[in-house]
């Protein structure tokens, strides 16, 4: 009877951490944009732009809903975040570009006429943003932020008990920038040491051939030894990623014609996020997608065009050769680790199998149910969105102690078993 008890208490126990993982991964954020929004002048025209801007645009075309955190003097037409969960830190003004091009072709040159006296960093986000599974950076300027405070961020005690990862990706062009005395935007010609405390092992980096291409020879391939993946973007030529030893060179996703590239490099940095932490087996060619969306524009309409034009054409989107296994090859990958069973041999004669009719089936199904998914998503986040964050709050108040108290039990025991 002792034991009858002992085993109920196990199976109770067990189900409570069953029911406390599924609540702590369902209520993470997926995505947390972090930059500043720009005011940019055009011919005297004055836009909405910025890295955030565009990245919130794609995000919301691919049913994702948001935490954005930006700094601005509170006066900029912030509609364009509706559908994200957004917090504004307040500053003595939004970062302003003067936008010229030059007559004899579509080059364009930058001056800043204001910034923002906040530089963000992770103190800046709401707690329940900080376990986001993805982490996009999109600094204009360098005083913009500290990326090193988002790559060197820690995970919650109990997300980093139950094995939870954060995957960060830097559009780093802000911080190969610097001004002249009139103000204009010039590029670095290295590395800055910014970028560089910004690497890490589970960092993704972008930036286009014109900030790359003026460094030494070899400075790329150098940094993406230190990265998860380090991507270069050019132009009508496609798309470089580079991983550690390795380059590979992905062609562009064609579309009619290229109206105006602003924004094509930060909607490109979101597609890969996104579909890399959907398991897509190719993200950079869905980035190649995202970018063609934003270059296919105009600039008197984005990014919010950019965002419409991505909707319109989901079923585009290049499909994944495996990512409707992802879900089941991670619990594998869990039940190996933890338990040491195997179900690699398994897992392969299922994909062999069924590989082919799942993908068209899922084919089907994105077409068709896709943007109905997407919407009903964005309608559930508006409705629940306030009692998930009360549910949090709760779920942390009564989860904390415990969790902590598991953390350091397991910790003793690794320590005892470490002594001889």
């Known amino acids: 009877m002792a034991l009858g008890r002992v085993g109920l208490q196990f199976l109770a126990g067990l189900a409570s951490a069953l029911l406390a993982y599924t609540v702590l991964e369902t209520t993470r954020p997926t ?155 010039y590029q670095l010609k290295e590395p800055s040491q910014q970028l560089k405390d910004a690497l890490g092992p589970h960092t993704a980096v972008f930036l286009s051939d014109v900030e790359a291409d003026v460094w030494t020879a070899g400075a790329v391939e150098e940094l993406a030894q230190q990265t998860q993946v380090f991507l270069v973007t050019r132009g009508s030529d496609g798309a470089d990623e580079y991983t550690p030893g390795a380059r590979r060179r992905y062609p562009i996703f064609q579309v009619d014609g290229v109206v105006d590239t602003n924004g094509a490099g930060d909607s490109f940095a979101t597609g890969w996020m996104l579909a890399a932490a959907r398991g897509h087996s190719s993200p950079t060619a869905v980035a190649n997608w995202a970018g063609a969306m934003a270059v296919s524009q105009p600039q008197s309409c984005k990014p919010a065009c950019v965002g419409d034009a991505a909707r319109s054409r989901l079923e585009d989107v290049p499909p994944s050769d495996g990512q409707q296994h992802s879900l089941v090859a991670q619990a594998a990958a869990l039940l190996e680790q933890h338990f040491g069973v195997s179900l690699g041999p398994i897992l392969g004669r299922v994909e062999q199998q069924l590989g082919p009719s799942l993908a068209a089936a899922r084919a089907a199904l994105e077409k068709h149910l896709g943007p109905r998914v997407a919407e009903a998503r964005q309608v559930a986040d508006r409705h629940l969105g306030p009692r998930l964050a009360a549910a949090r709050a709760v779920l942390k108040q009564q989860l904390e102690p415990w969790l902590a108290g598991a953390t350091e039990l397991l910790t003793s025991k690794k320590g005892s078993a470490a002594t001889p």
């Open 31 to 185: 995505l947390l944009l972090v930059g500043n929004v720009t005011v940019d002048v055009v011919e005297g025209k004055k836009a909405l732009g910025g890295a955030v801007s565009y990245a919130a645009a794609v995000a919301a075309a691919m049913g994702v809903r948001a935490c954005v955190v930006t700094a601005n003097d509170g006066e900029a037409d912030l509609s364009l975040f509706k559908d994200h969960d957004l917090h504004v830190v307040l500053s003595n003004a939004t970062l302003t570009f003067e936008h010229t091009y030059t007559f004899w072709g579509n080059r364009r040159k930058l001056r800043v006429t204001k910034q923002p006296n906040v530089t963000l960093t992770m103190q800046h986000v709401p707690w329940h943003c900080r376990r986001a599974r993805v982490v996009l950076l999109g600094p204009l300027m360098p005083e913009d932020m500290d990326p090193a405070s988002f790559v060197n961020h820690q995970l919650p005690a109990w997300d980093r008990l139950l094995g939870a990862r954060q995957q960060v990706g830097l559009m780093a062009q802000g911080l190969q920038r610097a001004l002249d005395s009139g103000k204009k935007v």
